[in-house]
Structure formats: structure tokens, C-alpha cells
């Protein structure tokens, strides 16, 4: 079946231009995560969603950062007034989330932004 | 809080030659694991994940992974590496959130070049 798909998969911006940012996880999966990955390190944890409720936002790294997932699939990370250390791979990953304790997070392709 | 650490940031070795990647886990009980690798411009792939039972755990692409709790370890192996191995690795370890997963604390991850 189709994996996580994120859109666009490269995204170029000028200093101070909002950007958003697109997932579709994968149908029916109830958990959705968003990550920031810097050039050369580890994803990091932005934001997590069981379905339309954001249970977690403290990987946000300021209020520049929002995002949200209204009808428990689609979701949409947006940045305000980008700065240039907001360039990252972007991340999105989604998960079954039953609780089993054992799902694991399937991963996007990632959204490649640049801000100059 | 949970934590990995990769001590090594890049490991070169030649096609047919055994490999071992290492991962140290900071976790308050029996974790869960994961290994995911990332090809350049992909997203992250797993190969393996370890939950419990049997300590040495078989993934996708001949890698195998064995959990030592006396050494908090969780290192990857494979016997034989083929050119195609050649990406950046990433281990794992998830929080919870009651009886699901939660976010995943990632390690800075181990880049693998291979000789040919």
C-alpha cells in the first residue's frame, strides 16, 4: 500500500516568508509525528497527534512553528516568518497507534528547506 | 528522560567485510529499540526493533541487532557488506504515552561509506 507522503519534497524561501508544509500519513493510521532534521544530526521531535488532537507540541522551537491535523489524517506544519535556521529536513511519520505497545513509525521522504 | 548515543559519526569499511555499528541506550527500564536507515534524500527505512524476548533480532537487508542490558547496547551488525549499505544509520528509543509509543529520541547517527 502507498506510504507516508509529504509535499513539496523541496521547498527554497526568502528570509521572513511563511512556508507550509504537507503530510498524508498512512490510511487509518491514528498517530502522526513531525521531526526536524539538521544538517548532519538526528531527527528531532517537533510535534505529536492521535488523531485531530495535537498531544504534544513540545518540540516546537518557537511560536514561528504550528501545525495541525483537523480531520485526523492530513497534516500541515507551518512556519512563519522563516529564518535561516529553520533549514532542515522536515519529517513526518505516522504510526497505527494501537495500543500494543509495539507499533512502529513509518517515515516520509522528508521536505528539504532552504531559507536564504 | 530517555537518550542514544552513536559514538562513531562515520565508519569506513570494504564491500565483503563485516560491519558493527554501536548504539548505547540511557532508558529507566526495558526499552524498545529501533535501527532506521537513511540513503541520501530518503527518509528513514527500519530495518530492525527490538520489544522483547529473543535479545538478538533479525531485520530487512541481512542486519541483525543484539540487545545486551548489562552494557545497554544495542549495536547492529551485518556479516557481509555490500556496496548498496552505504547511507547514514539512525538508533532509537521511543517514550510513551501510557500504553502506546510516543516520540522517538534519536541518536546522531553513524554515516557508513563503503570501499569497493
Known amino acids: 500500500g502507498a506510504g507516508v507522503s509529504q509535499s513539496p519534497r523541496y521547498k527554497v524561501a526568502k528570509r521572513g516568508q511563511d512556508v507550509a508544509l504537507r503530510c498524508d500519513p498512512i490510511?487509518?493510521?491514528?498517530?502522526l509525528f513531525w521531526y526536524q532534521q539538521a544538517l548532519g544530526q538526528g531527527p528531532e521531535f517537533l510535534t505529536y497527534f492521535q488523531n485531530e488532537a495535537q498531544l504534544d507540541k513540545s518540540g516546537l522551537p518557537s511560536d514561528r512553528f504550528f501545525a495541525e491535523r483537523p480531520e485526523g489524517s492530513v497534516s500541515t506544519l507551518k512556519i512563519q516568518r522563516t529564518q535561516q535556521e529553520d533549514s532542515a529536513v522536515y519529517l513526518c511519520a505516522s504510526s497505527p497507534g494501537r495500543a500494543s505497545g509495539a507499533e512502529t513509525q513509518y517515515f516520509g521522504p522528508g521536505t528539504r528547506l532552504l531559507v536564504l | 528522560a530517555q537518550s542514544v548515543t552513536q559514538p562513531d559519526i562515520h565508519i569506513t569499511v570494504s564491500e565483503g567485510a563485516s560491519l558493527e555499528l554501536r548504539c548505547n541506550y540511557s532508558y529507566g527500564a526495558t526499552p524498545y529499540l529501533f535501527w532506521y536507515v537513511q540513503s541520501p534524500g530518503q527518509g528513514l527505512q527500519l530495518l530492525l526493533k527490538y520489544f522483547s524476548g529473543d535479545t538478538l533480532v533479525q531485520g530487512i537487508k541481512g542486519f541483525e541487532a543484539e540487545f545486551k542490558r548489562s552494557q545497554s547496547s544495542f549495536n547492529l551488525r551485518k556479516p557481509s557488506v555490500h556496496w548498496s549499505d552505504a547511507a547514514e544509520y539512525f538508533c532509537a528509543v521511543p517514550s510513551f504515552r501510557g500504553s502506546t509509543l510516543g516520540r522517538l529520541y534519536f541518536g546522531r547517527g553513524t554515516q557508513l561509506t563503503v570501499w569497493p
Open positions: 490510511s487509518g493510521h491514528v498517530s
